[in-house]
């Protein structure tokens, strides 16, 4: 359910309407249901992506809305890519994403007994059989699209030799992919999944939770449903890749004793532009040293966007918002930045940071002189109060805040105007520094002791307003800035997924200046640095370097109209 920790504002709305709500309600509407109960099933084979994160806001989601419940059930068929890792790291990301599901994790392993007894009861019911052909030959003898199937020639074994052989199978007879249980339904059907699909197959590997007990596994297709069925499932929602999986699921259902008649429906997977979410792919990256790990903060993993510092209200915002379809698109990365935002414009408390340094020496202020100003810590939040940030004759402003020879509409700082100091003064360029290349080093400012807090004294009006740290208190800290992970829009569909990389997806700056609050916010505090955007403490943080993740920046009207006069 929905963490009780979260407030009612967090799950007061419902996100917009879509198909499996309304069948929801009809079904509940005619009594086919009575409690909705959901389930998230997750392979425990790599971590948990931002995709998973649609799935488990449209389970959780549904069995909240409508008073129900939804499962956590691992699906632990394949011991050969699964590990106790993951397990223990999908709760963890679920947990961190704020949900929870009535205490215990459940496991389609549990159920191995139940579904051994069943797969027998399909023998006996003439339902299924043990096949001698190896993987290759029941491939080959499976068809295509276009061409029919053809029909194993241990398919007409009798129930008898054919319990013989499956228990035989359990008993550790035979070696992997020696034999295999499949259903006996048409091998001339027209849907791939209806040719006798395999059930289970030998396979002699020790399962996370079940060590040595079994050596021989089912499939998905004979798990999910079935598992789904021992659970009560009402609605089995799962992603349109199963469409075609549906009628097998239905077809197993009805010829097994299951307790109840869970229903399967299908939504459209989210796909997220400038990145993919396949596991596989993920793997990819990590294991080619691409990113530094599943936590590298531009991977789509919830680790890695929990690192990254997007807050796990936006992503709940998020999932519930981009909605529920029949059709396959992609979301607009843009979408997950606004809702990050949105989030953090609430939270986040301001400070003052400056990624690239240019000093500027004020020349009219006292030399030793030094004074405490006021400043806001969220214009959003009057109960998050203000704190004093100190001023002194040297400061430190972005060198992009300064231009010799500004196009118009540039109102920031260059020889001779006149800008505000945010919390500060207002300050005029008096003269710049060069150094023997002709790169500005340094700026020489006056200011005005009546504008003190950066009110204008006489009703003049500057245009511009700079942050800016102090020289004497600032602190050096890593910053690490982030771009899209891949330059192209729909990496996944690239021959290519590492051609299709962005080279600047990450840049570190050694030697920001950050004002002295931020140097001991822990590990994973969000904060704006204003004028910037939202950033979130890294663990990488050592007490002598802070380190910043750049979560996302605020939109920039400067660059707006730059990339509008192109
Ligand atoms: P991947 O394609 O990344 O390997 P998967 O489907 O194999 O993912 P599972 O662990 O089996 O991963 O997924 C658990 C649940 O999450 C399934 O119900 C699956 O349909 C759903 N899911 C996975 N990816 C997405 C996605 N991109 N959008 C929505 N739901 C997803
Ligand atoms: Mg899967």
């Known amino acids: 359910m929905i963490n009780p920790n979260l407030s009612s504002d967090d799950i007061k709305r419902d996100g917009p309407d879509h198909f499996i709500r309304e069948i929801i309600k009809d079904d509940l509407a005619s009594g086919r249901v009575g409690e909705v109960v959901t389930r998230f099933p997750p392979e425990p084979n790599g971590y948990l992506h931002i995709g998973h994160a649609k799935s488990i806001s449209l389970n959780f989601g549904m069995a909240a809305e409508f008073g129900g419940h939804c499962n956590l059930r691992f699906d632990d068929t394949n011991p050969v890519k699964e590990e106790h890792e993951y397990i223990d790291a999908i709760q963890e990301d679920l947990n961190w994403l704020g949900f929870e599901w009535g205490g ?37 003898y499976r068809g295509t699209l ?33 034999r295999t249980l499949r259903a006996k339904i048409d091998m001339g059907s027209g849907n791939i999944n209806m040719r006798d699909p395999v059930l289970y197959r030998v396979l002699h590997a020790p399962h996370p939770r079940t060590g040595d007990a079994w050596c021989i596994y089912p499939t998905y297709d004979f798990a999910h449903g079935q598992s789904d069925a021992i659970e009560g499932v009402t609605h089995s929602l799962c992603t349109l890749e199963f469409a075609d999986h549906r009628p097998l699921y239905e077809w197993l259902i009805e010829h097994l004793p299951t307790p109840c008649l869970p229903k399967q429906y299908e939504f459209a997977r989210l796909n997220l532009t400038y990145t993919v979410l396949s596991k596989r792919k993920l793997m990819q990256l990590v294991q080619e040293g691409v990113v530094s790990g599943w936590d590298d903060p531009r991977m789509p993993t919830l680790r890695g966007l929990r690192r990254r510092g997007i807050p796990a209200a936006a992503l709940r915002d998020f999932a519930r918002d981009i909605g529920v379809a ?50 806001i810590n969220n214009p959003e939040d009057e109960s998050a109060g203000t704190r004093q940030i100190e001023f002194s004759r040297e400061i430190y402003i972005e060198r992009d805040d300064y231009m010799e020879n500004p196009p118009k509409k540039f109102f920031r700082l260059s020889p001779g105007r ?11 360029c008096t003269d710049v ?36 740290v102090d020289a004497k208190r600032a602190v050096n800290a890593q910053v690490r800035r982030f771009e899209h992970l891949f330059a192209s829009e729909n990496p996944g569909s690239e021959d290519d997924l590492l051609a299709a990389l962005n080279p600047n997806s990450k840049t570190v700056i050694e030697e920001a200046k950050i004002e ?16 910037l955007g939202y950033f979130c403490v890294d663990p ?27």
């Open 540 to 566: 990488d943080t050592t007490t002598d370097l802070p380190v910043f993740n750049e979560i996302v920046p605020l939109r920039d009207t400067w660059k707006k109209i730059k990339n509008s006069q192109r």
């Open 326 to 375: 029949r059709a396959d698109s992609a979301v607009d990365y843009g979408f997950l930045e606004f809702c990050t935002r949105e989030v953090l414009n609430q939270s986040a408390l301001r400070r003052m940071a400056v990624l690239n340094p240019l000093k500027v020496v004020i020349d009219n202020y006292p030399e030793d002189g030094s004074e405490l100003l006021e400043a």
């Open 418 to 428: 006149e800008v505000r100091l945010r919390y500060a003064y207002f300050v005029t």
């Open 433 to 468: 520094v060069k150094d023997a290349n002709g790169e500005v080093v340094e700026l020489r400012c006056t200011y005005d002791p009546a504008s003190r807090g950066g009110q204008s004294p006489d009703g003049r009006k500057v245009r511009g307003t700079l942050h800016w």
């Open 104 to 140: 215990k994790a459940l496991y389609a392993s549990d159920y191995f007994e139940q579904l051994y007894t069943w797969a027998e009861n399909l023998i006996e019911s003439g339902d299924a059989y043990v096949d001698d052909l190896d993987s290759d030959q029941i491939r080959e």
């Open 146 to 178: 276009t061409e029919p199937g053809r029909n194993s020639p241990y398919r007409d074994r009798s129930v008898d030799e054919n319990l013989d052989l499956f228990r035989r199978m359990r008993a550790a007879e035979f070696p992997n992919g020696a």
């Open 516 to 531: 002295p609050a931020l140097a001991t916010d822990p590990v994973g505090t969000q904060v704006q640095f204003e004028r």
